[in-house]
């Protein structure tokens, strides 16, 4: 059994990539909640889901703490076109004051747009309509419309794709914009991907946004790997996408300014790779081998580190520093 995290105080919000916030120097903030995910999808990068065999706690973080530490990241930033993107490396839907969550962004004056990363499982009618008239986009992963597949490839039996369809078709009906966006995954669902275009098209995806965001599966260290499948270059991901996009007369190809993302300050980076420094454990980190711990107000997650209790001082070596995460690798005991 995973434990989980409930963050509530002491714990910086900045600093890990499974929950707080991310800059990454732009005009969009990453808000993650939370980690998990109730699915287990089998070319997930992050090892989510019930299956996971990596993972080792789970995080939860508390509304008001969470929208303290971004109001303070928005005033810093010293903008006022924001985008509050909920992108968790599970499921945010799956965070139980995601409602509440996305009402206390939108009283935000320097938040413009909030949009959020979804499979969809627990997308439901209830939820949408509470959604309307406060988030903007909705980010739909759909990776198959045939049912077989789309359990498979979600790794998850009870999974209902047409559950998924229905919502799509209700998120696309009402004022939220609609991207749907699957991962390509080469061997496993190339013949699905037009049809999940056509899909997109005829329900009406893209009012304002792009109507499709395809992504190119990658095998990420850590993540899952279907048996059999190798990554394509992105040369050839990108060759595929210009014949679609021929083929459909639709937009396939993206940047940032098909979504109103430009280059800001981001905030200063509080550690730097390769600084030695004394951290304090805060306990078990995300996954097996990891430690978390905290210098100089960010979370710094600490590799090959051995069990040691949390309050003890730990020696680092900072081996990441990019986008205010941190990770840093054992030295020894202070």
Request: aromatic fraction near 8%; charged fraction near 30%.
């Amino acid at each position: 059994m995973r434990r989980i995290l409930r963050i509530n105080g002491d714990i910086p919000l900045m600093g890990s990539v499974a929950f707080g916030l991310i800059d990454r120097g732009t005009n969009l903030i990453q808000v993650r909640p939370s980690s998990s995910c109730p699915l287990s999808c089998i070319f997930c990068s992050t090892d989510a889901g019930p299956k996971s065999r990596t993972r080792r706690t789970e995080f939860l973080v508390d509304l008001n703490y969470i929208i303290s530490w971004f109001e303070r990241l928005v005033e810093s930033k010293g903008i006022s076109d924001i985008e509050a993107h909920i992108d968790t490396v599970g499921d945010p839907f799956l965070y139980p004051k995601i409602v509440d969550l996305v009402k206390r962004l939108r009283d935000i004056p320097e938040v413009k747009v909030i949009s959020a990363q979804t499979h969809g499982p627990l997308l439901t009618q209830k939820l949408i309509g509470e959604l309307e008239g406060r988030i903007d986009r909705i980010n739909l992963s759909i990776d198959s419309l045939e049912e077989g597949k789309a359990k498979y490839l979600a790794g998850s039996d009870w999974f209902r794709i047409d559950k998924v369809i229905e919502a799509a078709k209700r998120v696309a009906q009402s004022s939220i914009d609609l991207l749907i966006a699957p991962i390509w995954v080469p061997g496993l669902n190339d013949e699905d991907i037009p049809k999940i275009i056509e899909f997109a098209l005829s329900i009406g995806a893209g009012k304002i946004w792009p109507a499709l965001g395809i992504q190119k599966y990658e095998a990420y260290r850590g993540g899952r790997k279907p048996k059999g499948v190798k990554p394509i270059s992105w040369g050839e991901f990108y060759r595929k996408l210009a014949e679609l996009e021929r083929e459909f007369g639709v937009k396939l190809i993206l940047s940032p300014d098909d979504f109103g993302i430009r280059k800001v300050k981001p905030v200063d980076p509080r550690l730097r790779k390769g600084e030695i420094l004394n951290v304090k454990v805060l306990g078990e980190g995300w996954k097996v081998g990891e430690v978390l711990a905290v210098a100089r107000n960010r979370v710094v997650t600490v590799l090959d580190s051995p069990p040691v209790p949390p309050g003890s001082l730990i020696k680092v070596r900072v081996i990441r520093d990019r986008d205010n995460i941190y990770y840093a690798r054992f030295t020894g005991g202070v």
